[in-house]
């Protein structure tokens, strides 16, 4: 039986685990998905060694970034990012060789790019971890301008001390790629002037549980569009599969 897995720490609620095994339940696909919940990323080849079935795994928080220097192929569009979320397992006689993908910026694209409009030229981006470097390279690739937003001052990005009404307006796009608002803790939501945006103002949160977060419903009061990653997550999925069977 082959196998797939995530791997990541803490390991919450996971979409994966139950999407994969439906999908081998449901098309008889003789596999299994299972949770591999790492403290140290060195664990990954401990799982490598001991998992002759192994034939693809997902990466998520907080190792998208560090798995690259175990991979011995990495995709241009994933080293472009810097961050990996997909990785293909290949056994070649006695070696095995890791292939790295990035399919966060596919599930992001395809699901964003019917909301934008004409007026939708600046975005912002709310966070800087590997999701948030995939969501920054999908926005140039639509041919917005994007920037970071962090709580620490960096030369191209911006503090959330810096987005005034006028960087709202501006920037009429906000992506949120943190964790902030996330079940259980549905009543936190980044700090932003939400009673500055209107009808040209997009916000996409990267969050699908609960399914309209604070952010959201924020935005979504003072007339702005609204929408949560759960098409992105589909997509990334349709995706990872797309990886693990070379139809890349």
Known sequence: MDKYGLIGYPL???FSIGYFNEKFENEG????YINYEIPKLDNLLEIINSTPELRGLNVTIPYKEQVLKYLDYVS?????????NVIKVEHKASKTILKGFNSDVIGF?????????RYHKKALVLGTGGAAKAVYFGLKSLGL?????SRRKSLEGLTYYDLSPKVIKEYNVIVNCTPLGMYP???EC????YESMDSHTLLYDLIYNPDE?????NGRLNGATVKNGLEMLLLQAFATWDFWNDKE
């Open 12 to 14: 919450g609620h996971s």
């Open 29 to 32: 696909i003789n596999a299994q």
């Open 76 to 84: 241009p569009e994933a080293k472009a990012i810097g961050a990996v």
């Open 109 to 117: 694209t395809k699901s964003i790019e019917p909301l934008l409009e």
């Open 145 to 149: 301008e994007p920037r970071y937003v």
């Open 185 to 187: 803790k549905v009543e």
């Open 190 to 193: 980044p700090k932003l002037p």
């Open 213 to 217: 977060t604070l952010f959201m419903q």
